[in-house]
């Protein structure tokens, strides 16, 4: 019995020792192999593209020049040599050099720009940046109401509307990018609108409900399908309150466009003359607008056929002066309401 317990135990240890072999022979290879793999990582991190570039402008038009500016959190940029090229060609190099100044090409043209660092780790820095200049206009409409000789712009006010309309130029040197396909990004006030951004919407109709001391903020940023080419603009337009004017009207020669009643108007004693009051940047054509004419704190009824027409006369032999105010109202803006007045001097 010993014996063969004896026999039992001496081929058990014989396995053991195999095993041993075996689990070591397996370790070796595993270690061969994952130290090639981590060479083979080694030598993929040798270049990184671990920098940013920024622009300013962010989003550069044609023939403009362009602040670049290189930063990172991998190193000490401020001490590792830099080099910077441009469409290929160094313009500079050397320490601290973590900015430069470029001027872009025409629309369609790109500008590439690379920077380069060697910091004292074993690491290869080198990144590249393509700009597509492109240009962005926007105009806007507002749908109040001018006199038609007027030819100035008509300016919003509370309770108008106010139309933008982007017209990007956008190209990657294959031609403009048609407007219809590329996409819009409409915000007010910080706030995106997303109901009014997406493909091929180049307008925004914007209610005013703001004072004029808090005028609206509109951003607009076009760009292609990839966002290789984008550009943005921001639009600031007053709000204004309504005007009114007025003017004396003459029988034969029509209004007196050229001269504005401002405090004082004359009359001749027994005379008469007539007054037409013209508001200007009404959200509502004046014929729906409502006038009351005041004279001395008197209600005058207006004329039912041209309410904005007041015909004044004197008495003969009389000498006075009178406060006249006109008061005008929307009745379809409760937010629009226009008050002026002026001194009738009769003499």
Known sequence: MQKKYYHTKKKNNMI??????????????????????ANAQ???????????????????????????????YSFNIDTTPLTWYVNGKQIKS???????IITTGSIGTPTTIRVTADPPSATHYDKTLTIWPSDLDVLWYTNTHTPVWYRGKALPVRGSTVTYVALPLLSTGNGYYDPKNLLYEWRIDNTLQKNMSGRGKNTLSLPITKSRNVPPQV???????????VQEKRIHISVQEPKLLFYELHALRGPSYHKIIADTHKVVSGGETRILAEPYYASAKASFLTYQWNIDSTDIA??????????????????????????????????????????????
């Open 94 to 100: 050397g320490k601290g050099l973590t900015e430069t």
């Open 219 to 229: 951003l607009v940023r076009v760009y292609n399908e990839n966002s290789s080419v």
């Open 42 to 72: 080694l030598n993929d991190a040798n270049s990184s593209t671990d920098i940013l570039l920024s622009l300013s402008p962010a989003y550069p038009g044609p023939h403009e020049q362009v602040r670049v500016s290189a930063q990172t």
């Open 302 to 347: 207006p004329d039912t056929q041209n309410p904005e027409i007041l015909s004044y006369v004197s008495e003969a032999g009389s000498s006075a002066q009178q406060r006249i105010t006109l008061e005008v109202t929307n009745p379809f803006n409760i937010l629009e309401h226009i008050q002026k007045s002026f001194r009738m001097h009769v003499e």
């Open 16 to 37: 053991s020792v195999a095993s041993i072999k075996k689990i070591s022979a397996l370790s070796l290879c595993f270690v061969f192999f994952c130290g090639m793999y």
